[in-house]
């Protein structure tokens, strides 16, 4: 089994600590690789629309990006760990999100997205958490990932986790051991199944593609759903 993990920020503070109490139930199982951003992808998205005209291997960033592409498309639990900044995701964990647009769903998903799992971690002193992690859920979703669990939890406090009072330590960990247990007992060796949700908008970008093709209109996307059989009769979701 193998654990790709992004995290958003290179700060070991309270969301490393949740995410390492995580990682525990699957460090015995497991092969499990990390992502430190900023450092593992230091550029920001230019919007220069290159992956999507030229394809993403012509991306100016491409020794940064390929890596955490090819391990996310192998592994079979994806956990994306970050905390709140105002209210939203880090910019570093928004810019390589940026960076893999061309795998949003109207464009070139990959088949193994359909299939796999998710985790999405987030925390905040105050509040943002939840609208932290909808961040990274929304372009999950749209890569095809129908399997996507959050955990979220809130400090109420700007003081470091050793600091927290321990009723507040204990009361997280029993959460996030709970959360990690769980999904820890998953078979991941079986695909999860891909929601009727998901499987609507596939339909309509497909209906998008195939109009694009009647127009006859020079398009990498068009050219790479016909190439996986997706204008005909195949199916991201079916082996």
Known sequence: MKVVVINGTEKKGVTFKIKEMFLKSFRDRAEIVEFYLPKDCPNFCIGCTTC?????????????????????????????????????????????????????????????????????????????????????????????????????????????????????????????KKFSNKLARINYSKPARTKFATKLKFYMCRMIQKSIRKKQVESLDCKYWLEQGWLANKRPWKR
């Open 52 to 176: 999507f005209v030229k394809g993403e291997d012509k991306c100016k960033d491409i020794e940064y990006t390929k890596p955490i592409r090819e391990a996310i498309e192998q592994a079979d639990l994806l956990v994306f760990a970050t905390p709140s900044y105002v209210m939203h995701t880090t910019g570093a964990m928004k810019s390589l999100l940026d960076h893999m647009a061309f795998r949003w769903m109207p464009h070139r998903p990959h088949q193994a997205m359909f299939s796999k799992r998710a985790v999405i971690i987030s925390q905040c002193l105050g509040a943002g958490a939840k609208s932290a992690a909808k961040d990274i859920k929304d372009s999950l979703a749209w890569w095809g990932i129908s399997k996507i669990d959050v955990f979220t939890t809130s400090l109420m406090s700007d003081i470091s986790w050793d600091k927290l009072p321990q009723k507040k330590q204990i009361k997280i960990e029993s959460k996030i």
